[in-house]
């Protein structure tokens, strides 16, 4: 903005409200999402993750929109009566019933190659939706090994802007087309471009080259305007009466370090590799050995023996391990009569929790001598709600820069994203992160004839921005919703005047009219994985 490029970001600045915007912990877009479209924390809403496990099998599980506890704003808004429309929102597959239009969001099955990924309802509006967006895709095309599928950066660079301009193509026709009272449309190619281009951005990144910083060192800077661009477009399409918010689910940083949690935990002694892993044989790779053969994800999950993927699924001798994680520094220890070969005994849990803590905060990179874990937190100590038992045991957070993996592949606790750990002249992921305390405020900007004009908003959270929006319609906001109504509000304004109601607590959201399918589960599993979603 400051730059001038961009301008309609800046014009609701100026005629509205801004500022920053609290995260989650883990501030990643699952649970963040799910806590925007709640008003609740995830102890609440029971999104922790892409993934849940299963502790008596250590399987992991794709979240689905079937997994969310609470009231989302859309369904609480249908059941007032009030036409909602969404695209793209995370955790809307399947899709199921609501009083408007839901176009699903990642994560999903991706779509044949060349036809749209539009899973949507009403089902019948889905030909309609793809004759207006025949190119629509949920993400760009592209895999955590880039080099292995695609040539080279520009190409990725095009997929996303592709994405991005088949996403404003239909949002823009819904708007104009298509009845609604709130419309939400989430871009999530922002942050595709900043994991995988940040180290041309940044001139002192470890991964950064002299070719890279001239040919790409301002893609992120020219995507931002892109994305101002858009967002142009579809004000543009509204009139003055409409009120105008923009969020993002966290911030972005540079990422210089993946640290195999698991790997870690087995270097202070909690964790004990399976034989499978020591030779290189797990899940991922078998499935990723698959897929450079032309195999589906479903077809090897035929053909292979449900009890010899099972032996090779995490990597882990459980039979002989304390702890394990599961992602983004998701930690459980392995606890007797819950957790399949579990090894604690349960009057142990808190001494083994401390145990492990300690061992994590006095753990330091060999090459800098310094702590690599920032603070490892418990789940009272953050959430709260009726499905706090679903949440990881521990959750350690990371000094700034070192992103938090189940397993690095090249067997190392730490592997640096600079050439003695990659070949830097291809394209890389995770160059750029937000695993970390530092990426934990993300942005809101607010606009509108009730908004307050050119003023700050300080201590604005992402549990927030539920509320606030059901009570500018004038609802009463169900008690067991945790965010609070923001003070955003023109003083004279019937918003700000109104007084706050509040409704009886509410717990059910619509269910999809259909479950996904096993090989859609597989589909998505395997596409999470190549987005670097599971380690």
């Keep these: 903005m400051n730059e001038g490029r961009m301008p309609h970001l800046e014009e609701i600045a100026k005629t509205g409200v801004s500022g920053p915007l609290r995260s989650t912990l883990p501030p990643q877009s699952l649970p963040a999402w799910p806590s925007f479209a709640t008003g609740m924390n995830p102890g609440k809403h029971g999104v922790y993750s892409f993934f849940t496990i299963e502790p008596s099998t250590h399987v992991a599980r794709p979240f689905s929109s079937e997994d969310i506890r609470g009231l989302t704003i859309w369904d609480y808004l249908s059941s007032k009566g009030s036409q909602c429309i969404l695209v793209n929102m995370p955790l809307t597959y399947p899709p199921y019933p609501i009083s408007g239009i839901m176009v699903s969001g990642f994560p999903a099955p991706p779509g044949p190659i060349k036809s749209a990924e539009i899973t949507c309802f009403p089902e019948s509006l889905g030909d309609e939706l793809k004759s207006v967006a025949p190119g629509y895709k949920i993400e760009p095309p592209i895999t955590r090994d880039y080099q292995t599928v695609i040539g080279d950066e520009s190409t990725i660079l095009k997929m ?36 995988i281009f940040w180290r041309h951005f940044e001139p002192k990144h470890p991964a950064s080259t002299a070719k890279g910083l001239h040919e790409y060192s301002s893609v992120i800077p020219e995507f931002f305007h892109a994305l101002d661009d858009a967002l142009g477009l579809i004000r543009a399409k509204i009139d003055n009466s409409t009120t105008t918010i923009v969020v993002s689910d966290h911030g972005h940083s540079a990422q210089v370090a993946q640290v195999g949690v698991n790997q870690l935990l087995a270097d202070v002694g909690m964790l004990k590799y399976h034989g499978a892993y020591r030779v290189g044989l797990t899940r991922d790779r078998l499935t990723r050995l698959a897929a450079s053969l032309g195999l589906s994800v479903f077809l090897v999950k035929r053909l292979v023996p449900k009890r010899f993927l099972d032996k090779i699924s995490s990597g882990v001798e459980y039979s002989q391990s304390t702890a394990y994680c599961y992602r983004f520094g998701a930690i459980n220890l392995n606890i007797k009569g819950r957790d399949g070969d579990g090894v604690v005994e349960k009057e142990k849990f808190d001494l083994m929790r401390d145990k492990i803590a300690a061992l994590l905060l006095g753990y330091t990179d060999s090459q800098t001598g310094e702590r690599i874990v920032e603070k490892v937190l418990k789940p009272e100590e953050i959430y709260w709600g009726e499905r706090l038992s679903a949440a990881p045991d521990l959750l350690a957070i990371f000094r700034d820069g070192y992103g938090p993996e189940s397993w690095n ?127």
Excluded at 183 to 189: G, L
């Design 409 to 535: 592949p090249n067997g190392k606790t730490i592997q640096r994203i600079d050439s003695s750990e990659f070949d830097v002249t291809k394209p890389i992921i995770e160059c750029g992160g937000h695993h970390w305390f530092s990426t934990m405020n993300g942005i809101l900007f607010a606009c509108g004839p009730s908004i307050s004009r050119g003023e700050p908003v300080n201590g604005a959270e992402i549990i927030d921005i539920a509320p606030t929006i059901i009570h500018l319609l004038s609802l009463p906001i169900p008690k067991n919703i945790d965010g609070k109504v923001l003070p955003i509000f023109r003083h004279d304004s019937e918003a700000a005047l109104r007084p706050i109601q509040y409704a009886s607590d509410l717990q059910i959201h619509g269910q999809p009219a259909s479950t996904w399918t096993e090989q859609e589960e597989a589909e998505v599993t395997k596409r999470l994985a190549d987005l670097g979603y599971l380690g």
């Design 160 to 195: 996303i802007y592709d994405t991005m301009k088949e996403r404003t193509r239909l949002a823009l026709y819904l708007i104009k087309e298509k009845p609604w009272d709130v419309f939400c449309v989430i871009f999530t190619c922002s942050d595709r471009v900043e994991h």
